[in-house]
């Protein structure tokens, strides 16, 4: 496996500050319930909205999220909960949701709690459901430690917490069955209201009139309110009247009351108005509607239509008819392409409709064949020039392909071996390496067999454990790798997971060792005549000779590993080689060479985006241009390269780094370099690189220009940030001395800090800055 090492994470949520989905369709109602929600949702830490399936609890918490966002300023997170199998991947889930990047091997609750501190944040778990009993306890820890944390649950119960307070989600206003109403009345019932919008968009002329009024006022009532059911029902006003509609219905219900007595009332509506809804379609929009049950994670109109059987074009017109019926929808967004999504309580009776019909294990076995081909495909372009797309694809996917694995784990090993092998690049670029390791070493242990993808999975979950620092456990994987690789006779597996081991053992500053496991691989490598180890070999090997100092070697090394590279069009490989190769020219004075070398390797990284790969190339540029005397250019470069770092969680320093920092260290100690420093710092990624590749008009953005930084990582101590909290009061620094017991001197170095770790020049951005971000005490 190639240099694919740590903190590769790109997703960086946390800088929206939000990720609640737009919505297509009008809210209606619920004016009491919000009132009252708002109010509760500023006082109490954890409010669970509790209620049947289909009656609006998550269209309810995503509007009261939406109304107070503004006093949670650091953020609003929606995290699906509803399609989680594992409690382990809970804590992991949200953090992913919230962009926190994996601290090594660090507990995902602990680093969550860590990340969260004091921040003001609202975190709504949608749909605990299946994971109550993981989900309480996490609740309770992160709401003991987080103090201005708070949660909103949706679940159909209580979660059973501590200082929880159950709201119970009730159906919509309904008519009452004695009154008589007229039709303008009736149109301002909260269930009503919604059954004319829904059904204007089937029959846009639908209106209640004197006709119809008691008609429509029994169906909503029959639907007890439910807004799911009232949605469903609705779809049909183009085709069937509402008596048609009503009959239906109340058929559907009969024949569920007698067929089970137990199904509390509410449910048996629902259910009745899914089956009507089911009933009506042609058997090809059936047979769709059952196989997208499938998608966990929505689809497109490709995933459909493999997954589905169908021919390409084939199933646009019945989707388009299940879409305005209300059983499935689009998801609102500018992505390409398309994607739709089954709300989770139709998602549950399409796969009880394809076990009924035995269509089970058929359609679990295309859906996993499906995503394999997907993860295979993705596996084998994303290291090519245009590659990063395929990091988007299976970002979008994410949810369809864990539910891949975790069928094919129990169903058909052979396939999950392979679905995870083809998904550790991609685990690597993101950074999630916990989940890479919790997800590879189940499958490693599901097949006995050696095989290929057994010793790429072993070698896959050597490269998760190693980037998370567990060096012990990493090398017994790779050495079962080699062992794998031995027994099949394969040589470049062989020579892989060699090069692997001396991956490890220079981490470790073992150089001999590492030589000697690169001597052999070589020696595999060219006897299997596999131009891809061979090149990843020369190149681990090239950084041992410019670990020792032999600059001659190691440019020769590295300068033949690119060339393999280019052969292959794997860009990675030519951009990793790149980065030290220029370093390499930068050691023996060659500094227009370094310069155009480190630009060509930042040109290929840059689609990838990985800000571990990124920060190497910016420290050599630091260091190129203090060499050259360009004292500003150079402190901001440096202060970009620790700035990615600190937020990508990476604490690397391999043995060749050791002397690195001394040319840098003395541009920065020039006059005029901290500001630069601090305002590089804070750069982003793409701000970094734009401004490293001369598109920023070479001049450095100042302090004032820059993106204020994000609460999380902007790395200010408790003190720190209790500092700015008081210089937000406007106190000076003797009041601030007084205030918190320690001399003026002191107070003022703090203010000092505060500002050169924010980069500003002023107190009044610092002060700004609190009052936006941080919650008052
Ligand atoms: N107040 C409302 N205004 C408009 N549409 C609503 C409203 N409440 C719910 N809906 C719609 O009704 C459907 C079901 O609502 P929602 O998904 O929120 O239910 P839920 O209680 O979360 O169900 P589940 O238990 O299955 O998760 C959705 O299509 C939603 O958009
Ligand atoms: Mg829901």
């Avoid at 107070?68 to 300023?73: A, G, H, I, K």
């Avoid at 926190?100 to 680093?111: M, P, R, S, T």
């Avoid at 469903?232 to 067929?259: E, H, K, Q, Y």
Wanted: with cysteine; hydrophobic share 45%.
């Amino acid at each position: 496996m190639p240099e694919r090492g740590r903190g590769s994470v790109g997703t960086g949520l946390v800088e929206q500050r939000h990720n609640l989905p737009g919505q297509l369709s009008r809210f209606v109602d619920r004016d009491r319930e919000l009132t009252g929600l708002r109010r509760l949702v500023l006082e109490q830490r954890l409010l669970t909205l509790v209620g049947t399936g289909g009656v609006g609890k998550t269209r309810l918490a995503l509007r009261l999220a939406e109304a107070v966002r503004r006093q949670f300023p650091s953020g609003v997170w929606l995290v699906d909960l509803s399609l989680l199998q594992e409690p382990e991947m809970v804590a992991r889930t949200i953090a992913q949701t919230l962009g926190i990047v994996e601290q090594g091997q660090a507990d995902a609750l602990d680093q969550l709690v860590a990340e969260l501190g004091s921040q003001r944040v609202l975190v709504i778990l949608d749909n605990c459901k299946n994971l109550v009993d993981a989900v309480a306890p996490l609740g309770e820890r992160l709401l003991r430690s987080c103090p201005h944390l708070t949660l909103i649950a949706t679940s159909r119960e209580r979660l059973g917490v501590g200082g929880e307070l159950v709201w119970r989600v009730e159906p919509m206003e309904v008519p009452a069955s004695e009154r008589r109403y007229d039709a303008e009345e009736l149109a301002g019932i909260g269930a009503v209201e919604l059954f004319l919008d829904r059904a204007r968009r089937s029959s846009p002329e639908f209106t209640v009139d004197s006709e119809n009024v008691q008609l429509v006022s029994e169906l909503v009532r029959r639907l007890e309110g439910l807004p799911l059911g009232i949605e469903l029902a609705a779809a049909w006003c183009g085709v069937l009247s509402p008596a048609d509609l009503s009959d239906r219905l109340s058929n559907r219900f009969r024949i569920l009351t007698s067929r089970d007595r137990t199904m509390p009332s509410r449910h048996r509506s629902l259910r009745a108005a899914i089956d009507s809804s089911y009933d009506f379609l042609r058997p090809e929009e059936r047979f769709l509607f059952r196989r997208l049950g499938m998608f966990v994670g929505g689809w497109n109109l490709e995933s459909m239509e493999a997954v589905c059987g169908l021919q390409p074009g084939e199933g646009f017109e019945p989707l388009a008819r299940l879409v305005d019926r209300s059983l499935a929808a689009m998801q609102p967004s500018t992505a390409v392409p398309t994607r739709y999504r089954m709300l989770g309580s139709l998602r549950e009776y399409a796969v009880e409709k394809l076990s009924e019909a035995g269509e089970l294990d058929s359609a679990r076995s295309a859906f996993c064949a499906y995503f394999l081909h997907l993860a295979e495909t993705a596996q084998l372009h994303i290291y090519e020039p245009a590659g990063a797309r395929w990091l988007s694809v299976l970002d979008a996917e994410r949810d369809n392909w864990r539910s891949a694995l975790e069928f094919a784990v129990v169903e058909d090993p052979g396939a999950a071996i392979r679905l995870a092998a083809a998904l550790t690049p991609y685990w690597d670029f993101r950074g999630f390496y916990a989940e890479g390791r919790f997800r590879l070493s189940i499958c490693v242990a599901a097949v006995a067999e050696p095989s290929r993808p057994l010793a790429q999975s072993l070698r896959g979950l050597g490269l998760m454990a190693w980037a998370q620092g567990d060096h012990p456990y990493a090398t017994r994987q790779v050495r079962r790798a080699l062992a794998v690789a031995n027994r099949l006779g394969d040589a470049a597996a062989a020579a892989l997971a060699l090069q692997q081991l001396a991956q490890i053992r220079f981490a470790a500053g073992d150089l001999t060792t590492a030589r000697a496991r690169l001597d052999r691989a070589i020696e595999l490598a060219r006897n299997a005549a596999s131009q891809d180890a061979l090149g990843l070999c020369l190149f681990r090997l090239g950084l041992i000779e410019m670990a020792e100092g032999r600059w001659q070697e190691a440019e020769e090394l590295l300068r033949e590993s690119i060339r393999l590279g280019r052969a292959a069009d794997d860009s990675e490989r030519v951009a990793v080689g790149s980065t030290y190769l220029g370093r390499v020219y930068l050691e023996t004075n060659r500094l227009e060479q370094a310069d155009a070398t480190l630009r060509e390797s930042m040109r290929l990284w840059r689609p990838h985006g990985s800000p571990r790969q990124i920060a190497r190339i910016l420290e050599s540029m630091a260091a190129v241009a203090a060499e050259r005397g360009e004292n500003v250019h150079a402190a901001w470069l440096a202060g970009a390269t620790l700035g990615l770092l600190e937020r990508a969680g990476v604490k690397v320093a391999p043995p060749i780094d050791r002397d690195m920092d001394s040319r840098v260290e003395r541009a920065l100690s020039a006059p005029g370099t901290s500001r630069p420093f601090a305002a590089g710092r804070l750069a982003d990624i793409g701000a970094a690189m734009r401004y490293a590749m001369g598109e920023e008009e070479k001049q450095a953005p100042t302090a004032e220009t820059a993106k204020p930084p994000s609460p999380f990582g902007a790395g200010l101590t408790k003190r720190q940030l209790a500092v700015a909290r008081l210089v937000a009061q406007g106190l000076t620094n003797r009041e601030i001395a007084s205030r918190l017991y320690i001399s003026d001197r002191t107070a003022e170095g703090h203010v000092e800090q505060v500002r050169n770790k924010l980069g500003f020049s002023s107190r009044a951005q610092v002060a700004a800055w609190a009052a936006q971000h941080l919650p008052p005490l």
